[in-house]
């Protein structure tokens, strides 16, 4: 009798396992639902964003994962979006899945019991990337070019991008604006140019022409401090000392204000600087030697380079005007005296500068050759001074800056000045 029994319970347990494992998804085995069911509350959601995962008909009472099968391995894969969910005592159950960094794809969203069973339907759900505007850089000045770059949106959708001066939502003809389209993937990349508007936070935005929402993004337009300089018109010349202002440089600012000689916004070896550090606004105008050796005629920036991180400047721009001489004839005969009237000339050329007539054409002042003597330079850079032409052939000649015989080095020179001697 004892023995029947166990037999007839060990076939029970068999008959019960064979069931389960041949029909587990498909028949009613204890508590579980064969027509256990999951649904969402949309098929298309977004990266971070939410979504409402409903169940029903599920195993009442049990707890278990509804999540998004990223490898589509059919069972929970560590890394895969997932929320907790209880079921009730009818065995449904609501629950918010966030859907966090997802790609872009579609996937199933499926249950996996506590116990580790996974049962019921699957839903799909596609996850879109929203359409986004990105700019660069976020905040400039008026008149600066900007980049707009659109993407994630329909492909090769044709739109309007503007910038919304007037802060309506609305494209007005004044407003900068560019007609793009987008490629087979939804990506654009554009222009605009700041408009001349007060500093603060303004949109951009891409308008579809087929009239679908737009899509936004801020930009701030900002002022950059700027540099400017004492002298009148901005004119300078080689040598002088000149005073440079910045105005609304920030407190804690540290860096060199440099003349860019060969203009590549850079300071280099060699480029007339001063080291600046300011403690408190307002800062403290700077005295700053123009250099010597600059191009009569040319502009030059004034910049700034900080010394702690990225920080933008407007420079000021000044124009080499001197130095200068005008002669009160450029032909004359000999022992005739003409005048040379010099401006902007540096101060310190009195010490040391002549001019002469360079007779035997040898580049070198002999001391049979008619000089100025030293310059008499005045406040200003200008002086006054005579030259006796001396006894020589009808010709063409040079009329050169010489240096005092003694003076080691001098970073100041003066072009020749042709002159010609007639009979
Ligand atoms: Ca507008
Ligand atoms: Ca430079
Ligand atoms: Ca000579």
């Given at each position: 009798m004892m023995k029947t029994c166990r037999a007839f319970g060990l076939t029970l347990i068999f008959l019960l396992g064979f069931l389960f494992l041949d029909f587990q998804d498909k028949v009613v085995f204890g508590?579980?639902?064969?027509?256990?069911t999951l649904s969402t509350d949309s098929f298309i959601t977004y990266p971070n964003a939410s979504i409402t995962v409903y169940g029903k008909n599920?195993?009442?009472y049990e707890k278990g994962y509804v999540y998004i099968d990223l490898n589509n391995s059919n069972t929970y894969t560590k890394g895969e979006p997932y929320t907790q969910v209880s079921t009730s005592s009818s065995g449904s159950f609501t629950s918010l899945l966030f859907t966090g960094n997802i790609k872009a794809g579609t996937y199933w969203i499926r249950y996996l019991s506590s116990g580790g069973r996974t049962y019921g339907t699957s839903v799909k759900i596609t996850i879109k990337y929203l359409p986004e505007l990105k700019v660069y850089p976020d905040n400039e000045q008026v008149g600066a070019k900007i980049s707009v770059l659109g993407d994630y949106f329909l492909p090769n959708q044709k739109g309007r991008l503007f910038f919304d001066s007037n802060q309506n939502k609305t494209w007005e003809s004044e407003e900068p604006s560019v007609e793009v389209s987008t490629n087979q993937f939804g990506y654009f990349s554009s222009q605009l140019t700041v408009p001349n508007v007060k500093e603060g936070f303004y949109s951009i935005y891409f308008q579809p022409v087929n009239g679908s929402k737009s899509t936004s993004t801020y930009f701030k337009v900002v002022k950059y401090p700027s540099i400017s300089v004492s002298v009148l018109n901005r004119k300078v010349f080689a040598g002088q000392s000149i005073t440079v202002y910045i105005d609304?440089?920030?407190?804690?600012s540290e860096g060199y204000i440099y003349l860019d000689t060969n203009n590549n916004e850079r300071l280099d070896g060699g480029e007339s600087n001063i080291h600046i550090f300011t403690q408190k606004k307002p800062f403290n105008p700077i005295a700053f030697n123009i250099p010597k050796n600059l191009e009569k005629g040319k502009t030059y920036f004034i910049r700034f380079e900080s010394s702690r991180g990225v920080m933008k400047i407007n420079p000021a721009t000044v124009e080499v005007i001197g130095p200068t001489v005008t002669l009160s004839t450029t032909s004359a005969a000999p022992k005739t005296t003409i005048t040379l009237n010099g401006s902007y000339?540096?101060?310190?050329?009195?010490t040391n500068g002549f001019f002469y007539f360079d007779s035997n054409a040898n580049g070198r002042w002999d001391s049979n050759e008619p000089t100025t003597g030293l310059l008499p330079i005045r406040d200003g850079g200008s002086f006054v001074v005579s030259l006796t032409i001396p006894n020589v052939k009808k010709g063409s000649y040079l009329i050169r800056y010489g240096i005092k015989s003694g003076v080691p080095y001098v970073d100041f020179t003066y072009d020749p000045i042709p002159f010609e001697v007639k009979e």
């Open positions: 508590a579980i639902n064969n027509s256990a599920f195993t009442r609304s440089l920030p407190e804690f000339f540096p101060w310190y050329v009195s």
